[in-house]
């Protein structure tokens, strides 16, 4: 059974910095593009980076270009995500997820918190 397990969240002031990690199992980790997505308080789901398999080709939203940077080891079957520069409205729930398709997912760990505040 796939499985994806979240680490790294925690609470920071803005401007701070976190590294979230991924741990993947259950499956071939580095034949499958990998993403985070995360969920704000009361916001939709939202796509917010992705890298391909091989690690080569990333995608980032707008809000978090320059400010986040995706990684993975593919040795490790472990994805990253170095988030800096934080700002109070990144505050979510982050996801780490495996993509099926395009800003798709078919399977999502169970989170980890971040949270920006003074």
């Known amino acids: 059974e796939a499985q994806l397990v979240e680490s790294g969240g925690g609470s920071v002031q803005p401007g701070g910095s976190l590294r979230l990690s991924c741990a993947a199992s259950?499956?071939?980790?580095?034949?499958?593009?990998m993403g985070w997505v995360r969920q704000a308080p009361g916001k939709a789901l939202e796509w917010i980076v992705h890298i391909n398999s091989g690690g080569i080709t990333t995608y980032y939203t707008d809000s978090v270009k320059g400010r986040f940077t995706i990684s993975r080891d593919n040795a490790k079957n472990m994805v990253y995500l170095q988030l800096n520069s934080l700002k109070t409205e990144d505050t979510a729930m982050y996801y780490c997820?495996?993509?099926?398709?395009?800003?798709?997912?078919?399977?999502r760990g169970q989170g980890t918190q971040v949270t920006v505040s003074l």
């Open positions: 997820a495996r993509v099926l398709v395009y800003k798709t997912y078919d399977v």
């Open positions: 259950g499956f071939t980790f580095s034949m499958n593009t």
